[in-house]
């Protein structure tokens, strides 16, 4: 789970971090009182989605009065801000974040993640802050410093005070910084974070350490202790589908292709995805419905897979374990009147009550692709896009 810049910075900074003084907004008057409230000549307003790339779309502006800020919140409040990483389809702005204006020196990277390769928590840091980092990392490999954090000893000073030297920081910032990173892991670790990153990090021309953007993602599966970090998540910045899907507890992941699967288990789900691909054709998810999903689940999932308009066919692939293959008919019959089944449905189904399951979509009326096993569905789903 992703949460906006001012909730990010609002973390780090219970957690000690150095982050400027600042206020959202809804509205354009509130842009105008945050102005106000934060009693400064300068302020910067920017707009709050859920995607990083606004500087350089007009989504981040220097303001110097509280009629500025009142402009240009209403230039950006309602309105859809393309950078990119929003795709070309856009985040819509509603909220903004008004924060007092710091006097940049120098531009760093900073980043902490959950580092399968080390099995450990990374801190990524580079010189070319305020850049995108993918690219530093592709052209310029040698500007990324990397180190892992040892658990057993924690983000020890020592550490701290070698990434700020291979930073280049001098003096007082040198053990600003690392301070600094001691109060981002601490953050991590207790919120369940999987990403902090802060881009830029800088230095100012009074020499102090301040994190001029945040963000931070959560592990879902950490969710559940921290119910004040729920609390942030911001369906409107959700995947409309994966946000319906969460609450019937299915996993779904969307993807690029256009034939959309429903599958039991993760395991049985990645081996469809494979043979799909196998056959030519690209998968429009992963969904697992699970073991003993009922019919409404089933349902539930069959709308929403039917729901992404570049579904061209489905494939269901059920093995009939605890799941039983006559509540599986029954969901599918039942999604399929609700939502006037227009593409192409294959059904391959094996296990606890397949007979029964076999003859209630027989009888139904709906047009199924029976196969035979799952190399004969994913080759007939296939074959019906092509027709
Ligand atoms: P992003 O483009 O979505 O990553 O948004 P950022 O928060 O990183 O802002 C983009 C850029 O705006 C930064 O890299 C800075 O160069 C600039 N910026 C943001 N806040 C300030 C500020 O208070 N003072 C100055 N001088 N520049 C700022
Ligand atoms: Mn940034």
């Known amino acids: 789970m992703n949460i906006h810049e001012f909730q990010a910075k609002q973390i780090l900074g219970r957690f000690g971090a150095p982050v400027p003084k600042g206020q959202p907004a809804s509205t354009a008057d509130e ?20 995607a990083g790339g606004r500087g350089k779309a007009g989504g981040v502006k220097l303001v110097s009065s509280a009629d500025e800020a009142r402009d240009f919140a ?28 710091s006097q940049v020196a120098r531009e760093l990277y900073l980043g902490m993640l959950v580092d399968r390769k080390a099995g450990m928590v990374s801190v990524i840091a580079s010189t070319e802050g305020g850049m995108d980092i993918e690219e530093v990392a592709a052209k310029t490999p040698e500007k990324i410093i990397t ?18 030297f291979a930073l280049g920081l001098k003096d007082k910032q040198v053990n600003q910084f690392a301070s600094l990173l001691g109060s981002m892991y601490k953050a991590f670790l207790e919120t369940d974070a999987s990403l902090v990153e802060i881009n830029p990090l800088v230095v100012t021309q009074d020499g102090k350490v301040l994190c001029l953007d945040a963000k931070m993602s959560f592990d879902d599966n950490g969710l559940f202790r921290h119910p004040d970090i729920r609390e942030l998540r911001d369906p409107n910045e959700e995947d409309p589908a ?68 570049r579904v061209k066919g489905v494939l269901i692939n059920i093995f009939g374990g605890i799941m039983r293959c006559d509540v599986l008919a ?9 939502v ?21 979509l027989a009888e139904s009326g709906i047009k199924v692709i029976a196969a035979a096993d799952m190399a ?12």
């Open 242 to 309: 994966e946000t319906e899907a969460a609450k019937y507890d299915l996993s779904y992941v969307h993807l690029d292709g256009n034939i959309g699967c429903m599958v039991n288990g993760a395991g049985l789900a990645m081996a469809t995805m494979d043979i799909v691909k196998f056959y030519g054709a690209e998968p429009a998810n992963f969904l697992d419905v699970g073991g003993g999903a009922n019919t409404e689940k089933v349902a539930a999932a069959f709308r929403i897979l039917l729901s992404d308009e």
């Open 376 to 387: 004969d569905a994913a080759r007939r789903v296939t074959e019906a896009i092509r027709a």
């Open 340 to 360: 006037n089944l227009k593409v192409p449905l294959v059904v391959r189904m094996e296990g606890t009550n397949v007979e029964q399951g076999k003859k209630i």
């Open 31 to 50: 842009a105008a009182a945050a102005f106000k409230a934060l009693g400064q000549p300068k302020a910067v307003v920017k707009a709050q989605i859920h």
């Open 74 to 101: 209403a230039k950006l409040l309602g309105k859809t801000l393309v950078t990119h990483q929003t795709g070309p389809q856009g985040r819509v702005v509603r909220r903004v974040y008004v924060e007092e204006a």
């Open 147 to 164: 180190e892992p954090i040892n658990p057993l000893l924690g983000m020890s000073s020592f550490l701290g005070r070698k990434i700020a």
């Open 330 to 338: 029954q969901g599918v019959v039942e999604a399929a009147r609700q």
